[in-house]
């Protein structure tokens, strides 16, 4: 990763779905529309014919509305380099959801493009950013009880044996950590099919996934989870040799 700025594209290429944007605000209460209840909330209730669903204090979004806020109240949005050639990367929120057990059907967010190869010193980079509308970052702890970040994720064939990323971000300034001092856990789809994965926060000690920081400035996590947290990211990886396209479909986001 380098120095690049990211790139706004979101609002350019969602103009369809901004219309139903909805004012979820933070409390993890949205209506879907349906009368139905959140099968990824795994804490639902009140949804016998009002259409309101309480959410689990922990679900950052399962893209059942189809919009871009998220359960924290964040506007969701991809970002790419700047690159000559840029990178590209476009969110469609109207793909198919999960259909694990306790998956959210209805509607996933799919993110697809290309990324141009590492040539550095500038280097290429697509996000998707979940904002957790916290601009002074956020203690994450009473939303993890189970110290833990779920999620479902289905490749599409350009995305099968590709290393994608899960972050966890910090607020941007000041940054203790440094520029990309993340926690991020790395993964590789083998296949075409959902899977759900929950990644542990650090300090797990046994051999499921587990978050780790990136690199810089070695921080503590207990003072980077209490009051730092800025954002869920998805991202492909920075350093392919030729430029490199992706498509990878992402539900179910949840704090557990
Ligand atoms: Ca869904």
Not at 7 to 26: I, Q, R
Not at 69 to 75: V, Y
Request: hydrophobic share 35%; charged share 15%.
């Amino acid at each position: 990763m380098g120095t690049g700025r990211f790139v706004k594209v979101a609002s350019l290429l969602l103009c369809a779905a901004c219309g139903s944007v909805t004012s979820a605000g933070s409390s993890n209460v949205e209506t879907d529309g349906s009368g139905g209840t959140s099968a990824a909330s795994g804490g639902s209730s009140g949804g016998s014919g009002g259409g309101v669903v309480v959410k689990s204090p922990g679900l950052v979004d399962d893209f059942e509305d189809l919009d871009l806020i998220n359960s924290f109240g964040g506007k969701n949005a991809v970002y790419h380099d700047d690159l000559m050639p840029p990178s590209s990367i476009a969110l469609d929120l109207t793909v198919a959801g999960s259909t694990l057990p306790g998956g959210s059907p209805k509607a996933a967010a799919r993110i697809s493009g290309v990324m141009q190869a590492n040539v550095g010193p500038q280097y290429p980079f697509c996000l998707f950013e979940l904002p957790l509308n916290a601009p002074a970052g956020l203690n994450i702890n009473a939303r993890a009880p189970m110290r833990q970040l779920t999620f479902s994720y289905r490749a599409g064939p350009a995305s099968v044996g590709m290393v994608h990323r899960v972050t966890l971000t910090e607020q941007p300034q000041p940054r203790p950590s440094g520029d990309y001092g993340w926690f991020i856990w790395s993964f590789t789809p083998t296949d075409l099919s959902w899977h759900k994965v929950s990644v542990h926060f650090p300090g797990y000690t046994g051999t499921e996934p587990v978050l780790t920081q990136s690199y810089g400035v070695p921080v503590s996590w207990e003072a980077y989870s209490s009051q730092r947290i800025y954002s869920v990211t998805f991202m492909t990886f920075s350093g392919p040799s030729e430029p490199q396209k992706f498509d990878l479909a992402i539900d179910d986001v949840m704090f557990e």
